[in-house]
């Protein structure tokens, strides 16, 4: 005997939409898939809620945000230094505060300073709710430790050049006074090409009027010191 299927009076179908269990079902039902998402309860920026941002009308308007999103994050350093145990003082950590928003001091299209106004609230809401790690925090430190100590080695090194480079046109200036370089030469390259044009000068000269041989002028050239002679 073939088995009924169960069905149910369209009077009860009726009665249970009409019911508030019926209507309850309809307003809770999911979303269609492929159907239009309601745009209303979203901001330019994508979110929703404390955090969304408005696109700013200017860039005097969106750098003004910047600046309270800094000033923010130094209020922050106190308690920062205390949930991540960071050993670092706050003059430190205040200096690695500017450097990060100084990376971005050239930027002029205002929805570009939007984004970055948006993702700095964003990690500073991250770090002060602990959601970042120490590591990840170090990390920004490290970074700022890195380039301080780059630019702390180019600034020697530069210091060092630039007091031979001012012994060497010191020199220079003498020996253009007494008459030995020309006065044209101006910088220490030049001089270093107008001796070598007078050296290979002279030992034309010498070799054809037979003064020196070539083997005399190679053991000369070695065994002159590192220091310039003109003499």
């Given at each position: 005997m073939a088995s009924r299927v169960p069905t149910v009076a369209p009077s009860?179908?009726?009665?249970?939409?009409?019911?508030?269990?019926g209507a309850?079902?309809?307003?809770?039902?999911?979303?269609?898939?492929?159907?239009?998402?309601?745009?209303?309860?979203y901001t330019d920026t994508g979110g929703s809620g404390a955090d969304s941002t408005a696109l700013s009308a200017s860039l005097?308007?969106?750098?003004?945000?910047?600046?309270?999103?800094?000033?923010?994050?130094?209020?922050?350093?106190?308690?920062?230094r205390v949930n991540f145990t960071i050993i670092e003082d706050k003059a430190f950590l205040y200096a690695c505060i500017r450097d990060l928003f100084e990376r971005h001091?050239?930027?002029?299209?205002?929805?570009?300073?939007?984004?970055?106004?948006?993702?700095?609230?964003?990690?500073?809401?991250?770090?002060?709710?602990?959601w970042k790690s120490r590591h990840h925090v170090y990390g920004h430190i490290h970074a700022y430790m890195d380039k301080m100590?780059?630019?702390?080695?180019?600034?020697?090194?530069?210091?060092?050049?630039?007091?031979?480079?001012?012994?060497?046109?010191?020199?220079?200036?003498?020996?253009?006074?007494?008459?030995?370089v020309p006065q044209e030469v101006?910088?220490?390259?030049?001089?270093?090409?107008?001796k070598e044009e007078e050296d290979l000068k002279f030992n034309a000269f010498a070799v054809d009027n037979k003064l020196f041989t070539h083997d005399q002028l190679e053991r000369n050239a070695?065994?002159?010191?590192?220091?310039?002679?003109?003499?």
């Open positions: 009860l179908v009726s009665r249970a939409l009409s019911s508030g269990a309850a079902a309809v307003r809770t039902r999911m979303p269609i898939a492929g159907a239009r998402v309601d745009t209303g309860m005097e308007e969106a750098s003004a945000k910047a600046v309270a999103v800094y000033r923010t994050a130094l209020r922050d350093v106190p308690a920062m001091h050239e930027v002029t299209d205002p929805k570009i300073v939007d984004m970055l106004v948006f993702k700095g609230r964003q990690e500073l809401r991250e770090i002060r709710e602990q100590i780059r630019e702390e080695a180019s600034r020697r090194a530069a210091e060092q050049t630039g007091g031979a480079e001012e012994k060497r046109l010191e020199t220079l200036r003498a020996w253009k006074t007494r008459g030995l101006q910088s220490w390259g030049q001089y270093l090409r107008w070695k065994a002159q010191s590192s220091s310039c002679t003109i003499m």
